[in-house]
């Protein structure tokens, strides 16, 4: 076994502290990274404050960039020194008809995630990213495209791609009007990817001062969401809106604001969304759903970002200050993403 150190909560709702655990010795097709940086994302917060006991100690981190430091005797497409990236997904049962598609996150054995659950081989915990190295198969190691910046483009690996899936299933592109709610970390990353691939952007927030920042990032309009007036102004106008917000909300305004066949496609994860019938069935619209991307969309959207020069908008913290990081992010205290320096 591979002795490692990381930062892991002892218990739900306990900060988290220095802590010595293994990692598998390296497969023949294992990767082994080490961690240089690595996002804070809302589901590390949520890991820590709702799972299970049974999960605990808890290592967060499933965006992430490093160097590989190992590598197993069947891995070709690395080597030690290689500057790399993983993001939430790690394995899959890879015979599904979505895996065989490169569509691992639509899994039908389900996806094996960075941390939380267990390894598919040989069920041992998984354990994540907020530490100083990380063992994965090679498959799901991505080599980060020369120009991105390490830090940056951590976040990419699930804010990202989280992002990039839908507006690439939708055919985002060049005269097509789209809407982005929310500018937080997957908003702010969306305004960015919609703008490159051509489209007219909105952001729809509930906060007036965010237009300025909204602007800086691409948009081309900026919505105040709870502005009756400027929602019914835009009454029909958008081919397909992207909703990036977590909290339970109604999704119903934002139907209205498409145009007939047009497309409102949910990120967040709430108990129920609760839309109004007349608000979904008159034009014809749709209500769809998107979570993280497979290998061929994550490769495909890390070229796109070496191409447009784009990573997310960061704050770098010592790794010791990991707690900050999660306080400050309870308190959307963050412009847009939190990353980690674990070296």
């Not at 709702?13 to 802590?19: D, H, K, M």
């Not at 994965?136 to 899936?165: I, N, Q, R, S």
Request: glycine share 10%; with cysteine.
């Amino acid at each position: 076994m591979r002795s490692v150190t990381g930062y892991a909560a002892p218990a739900a709702g306990a900060p988290l502290a220095p802590w010595q655990f293994e990692r598998r010795d390296l497969r023949p097709d294992d990767v082994a990274v080490r961690v240089r940086y690595v996002g804070v994302c809302h589901t590390d917060l949520h890991a820590v404050e709702d799972s299970p006991a049974a999960e605990f100690p808890l290592v967060p981190g499933h965006e992430f960039v490093g160097e590989v430091s190992a590598v197993g005797s069947e891995v070709t497409r690395f080597a030690v020194g290689d500057v790399v990236a993983v993001g939430n997904i790690v394995d899959s049962c890879g015979k599904c008809d979505y895996c065989l598609d490169s569509q691992e996150n639509y899994c039908a054995e389900f996806p094996t995630m960075t941390y939380l659950g267990v390894d598919r081989r040989d069920g041992l915990p998984q354990r994540g990213a907020y530490s100083s190295e990380y063992v994965v198969t090679e498959k799901f190691v991505y080599a980060l495209p020369d120009g991105l910046d390490p830090a940056g483009a951590a976040p990419l690996m699930c804010a990202g791609v989280t992002t990039w899936e839908p507006l690439r299933r939708w055919q985002i592109g060049p005269g097509m009007r789209v809407g982005v709610v929310g500018l937080g970390g997957l908003g702010h990353l969306a305004v960015k990817f919609a703008k490159a691939l051509g489209a007219e952007v909105t952001v729809f927030t509930t906060s007036p001062g965010k237009e300025a920042a909204a602007r800086v990032l691409g948009a081309d309009d900026v919505v105040v969401s709870t502005d009756a007036a400027a929602m019914t102004d835009r009454l029909g106008r958008f081919d397909f809106i992207l909703n990036t917000v977590s909290a339970k909300h109604d999704p119903s305004p934002y139907l209205r604001a498409l145009r007939g066949g047009g497309t409102l496609c949910m990120l967040g994860i709430p108990d129920r969304y609760e839309p109004e019938a007349l608000a979904l069935l008159i034009g014809a619209k749709n209500l769809a759903a998107s979570g993280s991307g497979g290998t061929r969309r994550t490769q495909e959207m890390l070229e796109f970002c070496a191409a447009h020069g784009i990573t997310a908008d960061v704050e770098v913290l010592p790794a010791a200050e990991v707690n900050t990081a999660l306080d400050r992010l309870a308190r959307n205290d963050v412009r847009y993403r939190f990353v980690l320096a674990m070296d």
